[in-house]
């Protein structure tokens, strides 16, 4: 099994005139330590879950950037961007770019989206729900078109393209893998089975439920003759380290995990600005889950 990092939160203490260190501290931390995957949210207000909306929010891909010039193994990649933050053209551009001068880190995570208020605020369209969907399934045409080596023309419903050019290509070969978060039987894991080469599923509801929705998955694949196999299933939590018996119960959890489907399993942490509890989950769990 392999650990992730998300980071969601950059409300610390400082204010943002320490936010540049303690997010270096935290993710080179993670990143020696072993780790195998940082995530930022790709959200322009704090989220609901998290906390008020008016707590601090990095854009997400100035965040990626600054990271890949701190850091030297971890991929790097949102949990998730929403598809109508940016024109999907761009957005495979941007991520490209992540790749080239991370050294082939990057990882494409892209969702419907799905948070009203970030919208409204900042002028961004928020279309109803089936229209975020067709334009998740185009954008995913798109970065495929644009990852192909290929220049191509996209007309789409939503999107059109004269020619799909890209270059610098990016360093992943054949491409940087696409992450689609989201848990949607009917619509999100048809298009993981699709298009993706990852998942990434909550775990706040148990692992019968992250069992359930991959044998969905699988039927997807199977039904589409996508080698399952072939797609790496991401996990979502929050965790809490601080002593011996958390450390315990992490493992517990990840082998749990592991034993439900789950190879990545990626965690965020209340506490992160400590940074102690990133150095346990790097020296104290990682350790025992490996070999998961």
């Known amino acids: 099994m392999k650990i992730g990092l998300q980071i969601p939160n950059f409300t610390w203490p400082g204010g943002p005139a320490q936010m540049a260190a303690k997010l270096r501290e935290i993710a080179q931390t993670a990143?020696?330590?072993?780790l195998a995957s940082l995530w930022v949210m790709d959200h322009l207000f704090q989220i609901p879950p998290v906390g008020p909306a008016e707590l601090d929010m990095l854009e997400g891909y100035s965040a990626l950037?600054?990271?890949?010039g701190l850091t030297r193994r971890a991929t790097l990649g949102t949990m998730v961007t929403g598809?109508?933050?940016r024109h999907p053209g761009v957005l495979v551009k941007t991520v490209s770019t992540l790749d080239v001068l991370s050294g082939?880190?990057?990882v494409l995570g892209i969702g419907a989206a799905w948070f009203e208020r970030e919208h409204r605020g900042l002028g961004v369209a928020f279309p109803p729900l089936r229209e975020r969907f067709e334009r998740l399934e185009e954008a995913l045409q798109i970065a495929h078109l644009m990852w192909s080596g290929g220049i191509h023309q996209f007309e789409g419903k939503h999107y059109q393209l004269a020619e799909t050019l890209n270059v610098p290509k990016p360093l992943t070969i054949p491409r940087p893998p696409i992450l689609i978060g989201g848990m949607g039987e009917q619509k999100t894991l048809r298009l993981v089975a699709?298009?993706?080469d990852a998942c990434n599923l909550f775990t706040h509801a148990g692992t019968a439920l992250i069992k359930q929705k991959l044998d969905v998955l699988r039927r997807h694949c199977d039904a589409?003759?996508?080698d399952y196999e072939r797609i790496e299933k991401t996990s979502l939590a929050t965790l809490t380290l601080n002593d011996d018996a958390s450390i315990d119960a992490a493992v517990?959890?990840?082998r749990e995990l592991a034993s439900a489907g789950i190879q990545h399993a990626i965690f965020n942490m209340p506490n992160v600005s400590e940074v102690k509890p990133v150095e346990l989950l790097a020296r104290k769990v990682l350790p025992q889950v490996r070999g998961l």
């Open 31 to 34: 990143d020696e330590g072993g």
């Open 65 to 68: 950037s600054f990271l890949a």
């Open 83 to 85: 598809v109508t933050y």
């Open 104 to 106: 082939g880190r990057a």
């Open 194 to 196: 699709k298009y993706a």
């Open 224 to 226: 589409l003759k996508r």
């Open 252 to 254: 517990a959890t990840c």
